[in-house]
């Protein structure tokens, strides 16, 4: 990225022969892009990062489509970019939402789609792996029930690039692709969305007529060439290799499930190879996360993107685990991760719930 951060410094939308020269390396990421994707380059929209591109697969195209129709579907489980998309436009703008439930495991059922959608519905979207305890969703399956039915279908995959098998955006079955670079080791604030030509949601940005009009600003030329780069680069095969991450998953597991009051919510199949989550009766997360950060261990209690947030997991609830979603642990592995890292978690980890049941019990008798 650092030639693109002082060399190649104009703005891809001047006319100015730095600004040409700028706009020329932005198309050529773009190009670099789609063929990567598979994919047009015109299909390709250079965005923020996830929460940037969830919002603008909803808003735009609820508000293209809603002379159509104003029912949307989600499930119970997807990230708050989405959750929040979609509780504004049922609070605010009349639409009318229809939140699928899931199983014990966290996953949505065809047949719930299926039953849930009417002549009246234009929107669904269903991520494909969960961000809080792995579980990777049939969206395959779904996408094709809502193509079946002419139905737009989002999925907002951003836990899926770098971690599981991607070829090309056909596996998704999806009209919009929502995805964010730092989660394969990109840049923090680069990501992207796939817009199936022709469709053309309506901007949620105003000003200039970047991005092909749909997504207005000076374009990030630095930002995006790092996507592009780490798509190229750890993608095709994921970079969180998965044979090393299951073996590790496979001994933390075998370690917290011997722990009394702690309950594994990761499936143990369908489910994120370096994603493992469980419950602690009798703590709390922030607690919890203390503990472990004491001990220099950098776990999450729910989603990374709500860090600090006393509110309970909206996805353990789903999974009806509500005496237990204030005390959710998430350890994340990655492809930097080392089985002396894992065996280190393992011999702390038993005296960091302990201390931390303690203190869940001091805290009841107040």
Known sequence: MLPF???????PSSVHHVGRKARALLDDARD?????????PSEIIFTSGGTESNNLAIFGTSRLLKAKGKHL??????????LRSFDYLEKKEGFEVTRLPVNAEGRVAPDDLKKAIRADTTLVSIMAANNEIGTIQPVAQLGAICRDREIIFHSDTVQWFGKEPFENFGQFNA?????????????????????KSPLHPDPVFFGGGHENERRAGTENLAASVGLVSALEKFVKPPVFEWEKLKLFSAK????????????????????????????VRGADGITLMAGLDMEGICASSGSACSAGSLEPSH????????ESANS???????????????DFVISVLPEVISRAQLAGKATSRL
Request: hydrophobic share 45%; aromatic share 8%; net charge negative.
């Open 175 to 195: 009209d919009l692709v929502s995805a964010c670079a730092h989660k394969f080791h990109g840049p923090k604030g680069a990501g992207f969305l796939y817009i």
């Open 328 to 342: 959710l642990v998430r350890f994340s592995l990655g492809r930097d991760s080392t089985i002396e890292e894992v």
């Open 73 to 82: 579907i989600t499930s119970a489980v997807e990230h708050d970019a989405v």
């Open 252 to 279: 933390l597991l075998a370690a917290v499930e011997k722990i009394e009051g702690c309950e594994i919510v990761s499936p143990r199949e369908n489910s994120l190879a370096n994603t493992i989550s469980f419950v």
């Open 315 to 322: 996805v353990i609830l789903s999974i009806g685990k509500s």
């Open 5 to 11: 951060l002082g060399e190649f410094w104009g703005n």
């Open 32 to 40: 670099r892009a789609a063929k990567f994707l598979g994919a047009k």
